[in-house]
């Protein structure tokens, strides 16, 4: 369990610095739980909502190659 949270604690730092969050904001979100995108878009952890087509497009803007997706 020790481990469990210290990469909890870890993991939670990381997305409240790569998000400009705060540590506490992000606990209260970070409790296992799942969520929906526009509550993720709502709170600041995702940039955008879009389908597959639309997230390929921004994300070969964002990199300035072709992505490879990985999971499909």
């Known amino acids: 369990m020790k481990d ?3 990469v ?3 993991f939670v730092k990381a997305v409240a610095e790569n998000r400009n969050l705060t540590v506490e904001k ?3 979100l970070a409790d296992g739980s799942t969520m929906l ?3 993720a878009l709502e709170n600041g952890l995702i940039d955008k909502l879009g389908e ?6 921004y994300l070969k803007d ?9 999971w499909y």
């Open 4 to 6: 469990i949270l210290k």
């Open 8 to 10: 909890h604690e870890l």
């Open 26 to 28: 992000i606990e209260q």
């Open 37 to 39: 995108g526009e509550a």
């Open 52 to 57: 597959i087509e639309a997230v390929k497009n």
């Open 62 to 70: 964002l990199i300035g190659e072709e992505p490879e997706i990985c």
